[in-house]
């Protein structure tokens, strides 16, 4: 479906999640544009655009239109702008950000809202990043088990990432501030859509809240693996200039790690978020009548 707006265009990228916004330059953006664009975001859970032309200045003044920069602890900033992370993969290294399925911030008590992602440098193929909607995921569950999870929590955490005994693979800097814990409702009502949307992720969540792990680990595991199906994501295939820019209350995304011997360099600007509270139960379904 093609969607025309202020001689924009909103093309959908998957039936469940993601839109191309073609048509605009993000350092000439009208007001009545933005508008147009934050109502896709929240249509969409992530847009992406083409072919921009942004110096850091630039992308962190398009950023503030949404907020509050987050400054990020952990990774490497660009030279001078602090206020931008570098998500950076050398040619010989091994290890990704984020090669799993993931929500970023889901540690913190109010997490981010999502992050504007640039990309500088991309290889010839390969290195694609996908994202998947968590409303659909939430959507696709039986009765039974949403109203199961609509009365859960799930303890969050960064230490066992960014911490000192951490799965660091020399990928994120200040170990020691990794101290960042949170409990968040396993089912969130989302904060600009009212829709409830399915939020643990295998990169941030420890167990069910006051749940052992062994008790968590098979139905999160069932969780982690439906969170991240195929009907519910689409895939994004960068070029110099693209951005993707995702609600980390919506999405879940995934950085396809499958370019070794190249160079991928991407600049992120993460948006400070809005506290996230539960989704509300639905009502007792009405037995049928016999
Ligand atoms: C991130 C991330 C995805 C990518 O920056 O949080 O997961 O494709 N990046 O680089
Ligand atoms: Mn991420």
Known sequence: MTVLLLGMKIVRSSPNVGAEILGVDLRLLTDGEFEAIREAFTDHGVIFFRDQDLAPDEHIEFAQRWGDINVNRFFTAVDGHPQVAEVRKEPGQLANIGGVWHTDHSYDQIPALGSILYAREVPPVGGDTMFASQYAAFDALTDG??????????????????????????????????????????????????RAALYVNVGFTLRLHGW????????????????????????????????????????????????????????????????????????????AAA
């Open 212 to 287: 052992s792990h062994h008790e968590s680990a098979p139905l999160l595991g069932w969780l982690y693996e439906h969170c991240g199906r195929a009907e519910f994501s689409t895939r994004f295939t960068w070029r110099p200039g693209s951005i993707a820019m995702w609600d980390n209350r919506a999405v879940q995304h995934y950085a396809l790690n499958d370019y070794f011997g190249h160079r991928r360099l991407m600049h992120r600007i993460t948006i400070e978020g809005t506290p996230i509270g539960p989704a509300r139960r639905q009502p007792r379904p009405v037995a």
């Open 145 to 194: 088990m949403k109203e199961t999870l609509l009365n859960l929590w799930a303890d969050h955490s960064s230490r066992h990432v960014f911490g000192q005994d951490g799965d660091n693979n020399g990928l994120y800097n200040n170990p020691s501030s990794a101290t960042q814990d949170a409990v968040h409702p396993v089912v969130i009502e989302h904060p600009l859509s009212g």
